[in-house]
């Protein structure tokens, strides 16, 4: 923790009702993880929040409106930690701190124990608790807009991207051509947003929330843990609470190579903006590169194929 830090974690507590007179002396700070945003666990007497600042940039791509409403919205469903307070004009957010769980990873969702049934019994009850999620989450429009904010960048995309968008359009139609009823979905279901106690997974970070195809985020979070085959039919069954059908596969799998296709460019805009967190360029490649091997699959026409049939 730098001093600079340090401050901005002050600056930011003193604004917040009922901490203003909370002196540095009366808490602790803890740096977390977050690939744009700084994120700082703030140890109290009787507890502990989870503040939130905004990482450079994301005023351009993330509606912090929306943001603040679908996280209230999650706690209330019980998947998510009990929000304190945001101030969507500037983006900061204090959350409860759920103490006693791991922050999950590929390597925790490899190993442990039902790991991937209990994701999918949280997106079940996520998906199916009946209040509803502002903004609409489009993958071929937010595809179009990231386009659109990489060339105001002047930024570079890897060779062959247009060639992949092109070659999604049959995927892109069978899903239009079957649409399903939508619901509250995270839509980024990273390993790191996944918060487990061994009996259950709470899920945070609500920035890309809207109202979704559910299975985006089961597909989403198979790319982002590295689930095996076996993995992903625990997660559905744990989620379908039956055996998945042969269109539900399909719809997880066709959303397995449109999430790279997405972030993909979420990533080189993180590139663009200058993000050190990681080696975005690289990133994006990979992804890219993980998109067209799914999509070049000889069983990836099959499951198109079972989406359109429905």
């Avoid at 900061?92 to 209990?118: H, K, S, V």
């Avoid at 609409?136 to 429009?141: D, G």
């Avoid at 386009?147 to 070659?167: E, H, Q, S």
């Avoid at 959303?255 to 990681?278: F, R, S, V």
Wanted: charged share 20%; aromatic share 8%.
């Amino acid at each position: 923790m730098t001093d600079d830090l340090l401050a901005q974690v002050q600056a930011a507590l003193i604004t917040i009702p009922g901490l203003q007179a909370m002196t540095p002396d009366a808490y602790t700070v803890t740096r977390l993880g977050g690939l744009t945003n700084l994120v700082f666990r703030i140890g109290v007497d009787g507890g502990a929040y989870v503040l939130r600042l905004p990482g450079k940039g994301t005023e351009a791509y993330i509606n912090r409106d929306v943001e603040l409403h679908n996280a209230t919205v999650a706690a209330q469903a019980g998947v998510s930690p009990e929000v304190v307070f945001g101030r969507p004009e500037t983006g900061l957010m204090l959350t409860r701190c759920i103490e006693d769980i791991i922050t999950m990873t590929p390597q925790y969702f490899a190993n442990l124990d039902g790991a991937p049934e209990r994701a999918g019994e949280a997106l079940r009850q996520l998906h199916t608790c009946g209040l509803a999620f502002q903004s609409r989450f489009e993958l071929f429009a937010m595809i179009d807009n990231y386009l659109a904010i990489l060339k105001a960048r002047n930024a570079t995309l890897p060779p062959g991207y247009a060639d992949v968008v092109a070659a999604a359009q049959p995927a892109r139609q069978a899903l239009a051509d079957q649409p399903v009823e939508l619901a509250p979905c995270h839509c980024d279901p990273l390993c790191e947003n996944f918060l487990d106690d061994g009996e259950r997974m709470w899920i945070v970070d609500w920035e890309y929330s809207g109202m979704n195809d559910p299975l985006w985020d089961l597909g989403d979070l198979s790319v982002e843990a590295g689930l095996s085959p076996e993995q992903d039919l625990a997660m559905l069954r744990a989620y379908f609470g039956a055996k998945p059908t042969d269109a539900q596969i399909g719809r997880m799998t066709v959303y397995k190579a449109m999430c790279d296709l997405l972030w993909t460019l979420w990533g080189l805009i993180q590139h663009a903006d200058g993000n050190p967190a990681e080696d975005f360029w690289a990133y994006a490649v990979g992804r890219l590169e993980r998109c067209k091997a799914l999509m070049e699959a000889p069983e990836f026409e099959d499951h198109i194929g079972a989406v359109a049939r429905g």
